[in-house]
């Protein structure tokens, strides 16, 4: 089914106490036309949840929906990529995962031995 772009938007704008006011969102986005540039939107707001601006103080500071498409905060914003929590990591963890993952399985007679040893049979 195809969901729009003001049901992407309202899903996308984080859980805060002044979420709220669906209906006269909704009317503001399509008086705006908001839906020919949802997706830039969306990356706004997807962008906007990771600054320290929205995520400090619990999200004191993340403005209301309506505010927000009043303002047009997104129009005219540099954008960065996000970058995912997986590139964010120690680049030494992250070796070690893909080594373990390319690692040959225990011989089972080994790991048969291994659990002699630990008292497992």
Not at 53 to 76: E, H, M, T
Request: aromatic share 10%; charged share 30%; glycine share 4%.
């Amino acid at each position: 089914m195809f969901e729009s772009g003001f049901e992407r938007f309202w899903a996308a704008w984080p859980k805060s106490t002044r979420k709220g006011g669906k209906s006269e969102c909704q009317k503001k986005w399509v008086k705006l036309y908001c839906e020919t540039c949802a997706d830039q939107i969306i990356k706004h707001v997807e962008w906007m949840k990771t600054t320290d601006q929205w995520r400090k103080s619990d999200g004191a500071f993340i403005p209301a929906p309506l505010v927000y498409l009043n303002q047009q905060r997104w129009d005219g914003a540099e954008i960065p990529e996000i970058v995912s929590s997986k590139e964010q990591r120690d680049p030494a963890l992250l070796k070690i995962e893909q080594d373990r993952q390319k690692a040959a399985p225990m011989p089972e007679d080994v790991r048969a031995k291994l659990a002699a040893l630990r008292g497992l049979f």
